[in-house]
DNA sequence: CTTATGGTGCCATTACTTGTCACCTTATTA
DNA sequence: TAATAAGGTGACAAGTAATGGCACCATAAG
């Protein structure tokens, strides 16, 4: 076997054990020490981040997490993935920000100069613009390790209104409208609830004791939680094929799109508190929606105009 | 010289000449004919894609687009780097579409079945919303094109309202709000415009005869170009810092935020044919805006809203 | 003090890489 | 049709890099 194919599988081998010894090495590859001492330096001149532990019980340790078998694009696919990290840097927080410069640097320094002008070129011709993000976020790291690592975690909530303590188990966090949420079983309320990320204000881990199991939900299902209070209201709203267009762009899980007698509607529920929320939204449609029932949302929204209109 | 680096150096050169022959390896790394040959061997064994073409005038060519060196990623870059090419893989259309699938044959390929495990549980924990592209867009990759080679368009272009032929020179195409968009220069009105990419039925490539130089305007100055016409109407209304945070999310180049005594304004200019749009825009902001002249803006939005009213 | 681990220097052996040379194939053009 | 310039193959000798074995050192745990 060439030396190179060997340093690569040796990589991919360091990758998956995390902890290894010379002994383990020249099993795996049958190999002598001396070469696998050799072959070690090698991947340290790679650049890959090994520690070495002496003495009984030692061996070696990955560090900084894995490092990955060298992978080659073509030019084609690292304008691709250069402008899908920009688009994702331009957000003003999110959980990978960190490794955005070092791969940015990465792809920086393998590419020819004339790539380099024609990714600048290009820079200046695309771009994917996206809600902006005017709140900044401190916690999403932890809160995707304690949704990944089903852990629960002490949360400082503050919203305009009052500001609260919570026990929360995280399942998801997303960002969506120039926001991040994060979605998560409230272990007080006993109950599944959304939070704004950039609203916690700290963030400590708890002790497992009161857990649950939350393995089975994800980011896609985790809605089926979600089951309305005895105070919800039903509302159906007869709606029109550009409400329809609006409302694919943005949807929410509380409600749904049906279809009767040829007629589209938008149907869901909504809780009293949510109505400074529901109003706008309802409104934003113009006339490609008109509310069907319950009346009093039909008098909730006039009052909205009227209070608008006097506003003026 | 140690093989394995006179190749990675063989890959640059290769991928900055896209042609060459075995005399100019011979000469640039001084190595036989024949080392010039095995050389060839390791690179496409190595999944270069080179294509020889025989007899007198005959050499190498690079296929596909140029092939880089290999990069080595952590797994947290590859995480970083997977997520952001998911977020963009969502659109309906974008002009790095093609690359996606390959990219992600490649990131598969290499990493471990543990980390891929990892990734599959991110998958289930983070996400990126935004709003969904309702239109397809058949044409970015072409508009795009233009717009780096300052290149003249015939497009037939079809709104609700009418269907035209226009002859455009392309200066940048960017996704917002779930539409494509073509910043472009008007050759028939000799006017800065902007298109919607999903409203472009045909394409034509013009010849050069007319064109404009464009080269100096980008993405992010281009909207320079734009300048009302002697029918616009300048608009100012106060705004609270609500409506600053709803503003900073979505911009337009026509408005800008000004400060006056400690107040805050949104100052601009809209043209008549764009009351249907400005009207929602403004009314969006309920009360985080006050509408202070012109009174012909306000007063329709006083129509709009008792329109929305009777429309209830 | 023993044991298990990493680390270094040296050298003979083995495996790979290279250059040379003769000769073949393919396409262009005088 | 012959000359030419490009890629392509096989064989072999010479050179270079990689390997394994060995002696021996350093470090830490028990």
């Known amino acids: 076997m060439k030396k190179g194919e060997r340093l690569n599988m040796m990589l991919r081998f360091i990758n998956q054990k995390q902890m290894f010894t010379l002994k383990d090495l020249m099993g795996k590859f049958q190999i002598s020490k001396r070469t696998a001492l050799r072959d070690i330096e090698s991947l340290e001149e790679m650049g890959v981040p090994l520690y070495a532990e002496y003495g009984r019980y030692g061996g070696y340790r990955l560090l900084n997490s894995m490092t990955l078998p060298p992978i080659s694009f073509t030019s084609h696919e690292v304008f691709a993935l250069y402008f899908a990290m920009q688009a994702l840097k331009s957000f003003a927080s999110s959980p990978f920000q960190v490794s955005f410069s070092s791969i940015n640097e990465k792809f ?16 200046k011709r695309v771009a994917f613009f996206h809600t902006e993000q005017t709140h900044k976020c401190d916690y999403l790291e932890e809160l995707l390790l304690a949704a990944v690592e089903n852990m629960g975690l002490e949360i400082h909530y503050s919203t305009p209104r009052r500001s609260t303590i919570r026990t929360i188990q995280p399942i998801s966090i997303y960002a969506m409208r120039g926001y991040w949420y994060c979605q998560a079983y409230d272990l007080d309320k006993r109950a599944y609830r959304v939070f704004r990320c950039d609203r916690i204000q700290s963030l400590d881990v708890v002790d497992q004791e009161h857990n649950v199991d939350l393995k089975d939900f994800t980011i896609h299902n985790a809605h089926r939680l979600w089951s309305p209070t005895k105070h919800a209201i039903r509302f159906k709203c007869s709606i029109t ?28 529920t909504y809780e009293p508190e949510e109505m400074d929320f529901i109003i ?33």
Request: glycine share 4%.
């Open 108 to 123: 920086l320094n393998q590419v020819t100069p004339k790539q380099r002008e024609q990714i600048e070129s290009l820079h």
């Open 241 to 268: 094929a550009t409400g329809v267009e609006k409302f694919m762009q943005q949807q929410f899980p509380s409600m749904e799109l049906v279809e009767e007698d040829e007629e589209r509607f938008l149907s869901g």
């Open 280 to 312: 706008p939204y309802l409104a934003s449609f113009g006339k490609s929606i008109r509310i069907v029932e319950p009346v009093s949302l039909k008098d909730c929204l006039k009052k909205y105009y009227i209070d608008l209109m006097d506003h003026l």
